[in-house]
């Protein structure tokens, strides 16, 4: 029983506004190859900044320049733009969705009726 109704409230959300916005967000942005592109770069000199921090040196003011322009290119890119505020309006249904699990859970802790599932 409690499958069937997991199942079915992830149906619910695969069908909900918030989560049909962001799918169609995503396939927009993947289909945007300079954006991509730039994501990407974005998080290799990420990644090699973090190695570098690891390794006790610091990142070279180029690749802090370079990320900088690309973080501004990235950020003015309405597609993008798109893709971030879809994400956070299924964020902010996920999180409803915990609170009415969690409120669920506090009923039915203390409700005395017994239900075999």
Not at 46 to 54: G, K, L, S, T
Not at 88 to 109: C, D, P, S, T, Y
């Amino acid at each position: 029983m409690l499958s069937d109704k997991a199942g079915e409230v992830g149906r619910l959300i695969g069908q909900s506004a918030e989560y049909q916005a962001l799918k169609r967000a995503n396939e927009a942005l993947k289909d945007e190859a300079p954006l991509v592109a730039a994501l990407r770069r974005m998080d290799g000199l990420r990644d090699e900044a973090q190695q570098m921090i690891a390794r006790g040196e610091q990142p070279t003011e180029a690749m802090e320049q370079e990320l900088e322009q690309l973080l501004g290119a990235v950020q003015a890119n309405t597609l993008y733009q798109r893709m971030l505020a879809a994400n956070e309006n299924f964020e902010k249904l996920m999180v409803q969705v915990n609170q009415w699990i969690g409120e669920g859970i506090q009923r039915g802790a203390t409700s005395s009726i017994i239900t075999l599932g």
